[in-house]
T-cell receptor
Framework: AQSVAQPEDQVNVAEGNPLTVKCTYS??????LFWYVQYPNRGLQFLLK??????LVKGSYGFEAEFNKSQTSFHLKKPSALVSDSALYFC?????????????FGSGTKLNVKP | KAGVTQTPRYLIKTRGQQVTLSCSPI?????VSWYQQTPGQGLQFLFE???????NKGNFPGRFSGRQFSNSRSEMNVSTLELGDSALYLC????????????FGPGTRLTVL
């Protein structure tokens, strides 16, 4: 069965510090991996994706994520957090060749960046 | 390009009623997916339509149904509403290839009283 796990419901960091939001996945076949961000009362916004190639993917707003096949992880990172990064973050996976275009989302991680 | 639009943005219904939600995709996007978002359950996949055909389906009861029109606009219908159907319903669209990211609409907030 395909699944995505975000082990932390909430992550707290101070502004200017690096941040990491964790994501692990379980899929049959090769994964396509995505990160989305949701601000209050808004839909989800795309941040970045891993399809193939370089394991380090750079995305919007200074975010990046590292694909680790052996650990089946796709953690979201940013070198220096901003208060405006405070939001709900979702990791998602598609299993290539299985259930075409069916996204599996993690439960979400609330990021709190304090001044 | 205009983004994904969803109507209405807010809806209040009572138990037993039915409701229809609408989603207009970004021009050129042929795939439309629907999700239910609740605080306790996160984002749950309902179904996906591509070229007017349901291509994927989540684990929701038959009270939840959808359709897609030739212009790719999609509607979602929930019949015999229950209190537990109160949620944010999100529509997401993409071109249809599996390596494409989905673009989300702002959602429809449904409250069932």
């Amino acid at each position: 069965a395909q699944s995505v796990a975000q082990p932390e419901d909430q992550v707290n960091v101070a502004e200017g510090n690096p941040l990491t939001v964790k994501c692990t996945y379980s899929v049959s076949g090769n994964p396509y991996l995505f990160w989305y961000v949701q601000y209050p009362n808004r839909g989800l916004q795309f941040l970045l994706k891993y399809i193939t190639g370089d394991n380090l993917v750079k995305g919007s707003y200074g975010f990046e994520a590292e694909f680790n096949k052996s650990q089946t992880s796709f953690h979201l990172k940013k070198p220096s957090a901003l208060v405006s990064d405070s939001a709900l973050y979702f990791c998602a996976v598609i299993s290539v060749g299985y259930n075409f275009n069916k996204f599996y989302f993690g439960s979400g991680t609330k990021l709190n960046v304090k001044p | 390009k205009a983004g994904v639009t969803q109507t209405p943005r807010y809806l209040i219904k009572t138990r037993g009623q039915q409701v229809t939600l609408s989603c207009s995709p970004i021009s050129g996007h042929r795939s439309v997916s629907w999700y239910q978002q609740t605080p306790g359950q996160g984002l749950q996949f309902l179904f996906e339509y591509f070229s007017e055909t349901q291509r994927n389906k989540g684990n929701f009861p038959g009270r939840f149904s959808g359709r897609q029109f030739s212009n790719s606009r999609s509607e979602m219908n929930v019949s015999t509403l229950e209190l537990g159907d109160s949620a944010l319903y999100l529509c997401a669209t993409c071109q249809g290839m599996s390596n494409n990211e989905q673009f989300f609409g702002p959602g429809t907030r449904l409250t069932v009283l």
